[in-house]
């Protein structure tokens, strides 16, 4: 039984910021490798940044680096993306995601590769 649940988004105008929130509970045993993802009606969903426990190593995409940032608390097995200089393109639905057990962050940030995932907290950006 395992609960992975988002929290923090919200409507900004540009250039604000926001800090989106990820707890996890349940067996949550060496779950490593998590991240953040977004998705908009039509899109497909795409990975925004990922953070490895093992070492502390974070991966961001393009579009997000330098105003994204994202940590973790690995004892309570919470992670956290701040968002800083938000553009209207940034709106989306955010997901948190973790791979099962002690997986690396490594093989890019397919969708595919997360096994428990979040219902999604909104962020709104407007100009």
């Known amino acids: 039984q395992v609960q992975v649940v988002e929290s923090g988004g919200g409507s900004v105008q540009a250039g604000g910021s926001l800090r989106l929130s990820c707890a996890a509970s349940?067996?949550?045993?060496?779950?490593?490798?998590m991240g953040w993802f977004r998705q908009t009606p039509g899109k497909e969903r795409e990975g925004v940044a990922t953070i490895y426990s093992g070492d502390g190593s974070t991966y961001y995409a393009d579009s997000v680096k330098g105003r994204f940032t994202i940590s973790r608390d690995n004892a309570r097995h919470t992670v956290y993306l701040q968002m800083n200089s938000l553009k209207p393109e940034d709106t989306a639905m955010y997901y948190c995601a973790a791979k099962d057990g002690v997986a690396d962050c490594t093989g890019g940030i397919n969708p595919a590769l997360f096994a428990y995932w979040g219902q999604g907290t909104q962020v709104t950006v407007s100009s």
């Open positions: 349940g067996y949550t045993y060496r779950w490593n490798c």
